[in-house]
């Protein structure tokens, strides 16, 4: 198995940065690649980036292209997930998974999640 804990989350106002991190731990090894994603209340879950394990390749998804950056750290185990200019629609309780293919961009292709973290972000 592998065991993800997100972090970094919080409330920031609108124009303000966050950096979110995942760390993971367990058989990390069986995995390709791992992603972020995001919920808001009322809203379906939504692909937010990924990253690959083993070389520099990441991959966006449209709505967050040019705010959000995804990189990594293989010597830590983690992901990270920098934003900037945060707007008020960016709330949402933000979850890292991991997958086996890339870039797998429906959360049906990740097998873990981690337990979330919640931004929060006010006008």
């Known amino acids: 198995q592998v065991h993800l804990v997100e972090s970094g989350g919080g409330l920031v106002q609108a124009e303000d940065s966050l950096r979110l991190a995942c760390a993971a731990s367990g058989d990390t090894l069986s995995y390709y690649a791992m992603g972020w994603f995001r919920q808001a209340p009322g809203k379906k879950r939504e692909f937010v980036a990924a990253v690959k394990w083993t070389v520099v390749d990441v991959y966006y998804s449209d709505s967050v292209k040019g705010r959000f950056t995804i990189s990594r750290d293989n010597a830590q185990n983690t992901v990270y997930l920098q934003i900037h200019s945060l707007k008020p629609e960016d709330t949402a309780v933000y979850y890292c998974?991991?997958?086996?293919?890339?870039?797998?961009?429906?959360?049906?292709?990740?097998?873990?999640w981690g337990q979330g973290t919640q931004v929060t972000v006010s006008s």
């Open positions: 998974a991991v997958a086996r293919s890339y870039p797998a961009t429906s959360s049906d292709e990740y097998d873990y």
